[in-house]
């Protein structure tokens, strides 16, 4: 397990630009898979970004309706991971989570992330 520790979130009017940041505990941080979900109000949590681990060679992969707006990136060096959010809209309102798993390839569904940070709301206003 790895405990992961999220920033960043704030109330931003729409067109601007927010960036997550997500700390983890541990020594073997590049060893996970980590990855940005988010919950909007009475929706189900849903995945937005993630990156894979090292060894499946550290590349992103992004929900189809994130793409080109929000970059996902991690410093191995600094244990930390990055949600960078562009051009955000109040359909991006949530609490952002950041999330971390052990699994190779690609990762994508709740229950393939084993550790979850508390969350950080991002609100968009219009």
């Known amino acids: 397990q790895v405990q992961l520790v999220e920033s960043g979130g704030g109330l931003v009017q729409a067109g601007g630009s927010l960036r997550l940041s997500c700390a983890a505990s541990?020594?073997?941080?590049?060893?996970?898979?980590m990855g940005w979900f988010r919950q909007a109000p009475g929706k189900e949590r849903e995945f937005v970004a993630a990156?894979?681990?090292?060894?499946?060679?550290?590349?992103?992969y992004y929900a189809d309706s994130m793409k080109g707006r929000f970059t996902i990136s991690r410093d191995n060096a600094k244990n930390t991971v990055y949600l960078q959010m562009n051009s955000l809209e109040p359909e991006d309102t949530a609490v952002y989570y950041c999330?971390?798993?052990?699994?190779?390839?690609?990762?994508?569904?709740?229950?393939?992330?084993?550790?979850w940070g508390q969350g950080t709301q991002v609100t968009v206003s219009s």
């Open positions: 990156v894979r681990r090292s060894e499946s060679g550290g590349s992103t």
């Open positions: 541990g020594r073997t941080f590049s060893s996970y898979a």
């Open positions: 999330a971390a798993s052990s699994y190779y390839g690609s990762p994508r569904r709740l229950n393939e992330f084993g550790s």
